[in-house]
């Protein structure tokens, strides 16, 4: 009796886990599919405009090269929500997730994410 009681514990707990991800809205594929967008044509103006990433197959010369930089997620973020230089901030067009999901694609593209 005691192992089926474990069995139902453990079944709950894993529920709780998927419907938490389920709840928590885009998964790691949509997250990087918008980042992707956000960079290539959706943000405005867009990344890709000033920016080199191979990934997103841009030649941006304004900004810095991506691929050179290798900058982590908390700097993308910063930058993306703040501006940096001659760069725009972005904190007050996109959102807290769009910002994030940029982050994480370039993040992903130069190997830094974690």
């Avoid at 900058?71 to 996109?94: F, Q």
């Amino acid at each position: 009796m005691a192992a089926m009681g474990r069995f139902v514990r453990g079944c709950i707990a894993s529920l709780s886990v998927l419907f938490a991800c389920i709840g928590a809205g885009e998964g790691p594929a949509q997250t990087v599919e918008l980042g992707k967008a956000l960079f290539a044509e959706k943000a405005e103006p867009p990344c890709a405009l000033c920016h080199t990433l191979r990934a997103a197959n841009s030649t941006g010369k304004i900004g810095p090269s991506l691929d050179e930089l290798k900058p982590d997620l908390e700097r993308i973020r910063k930058a993306v929500t703040n501006g940096v230089g001659n760069m725009p901030p972005y904190g007050e067009t996109l959102s807290d997730a769009e910002i994030d999901a940029v982050a994480k694609y370039v993040a992903g593209a130069v190997g830094t994410a974690k």
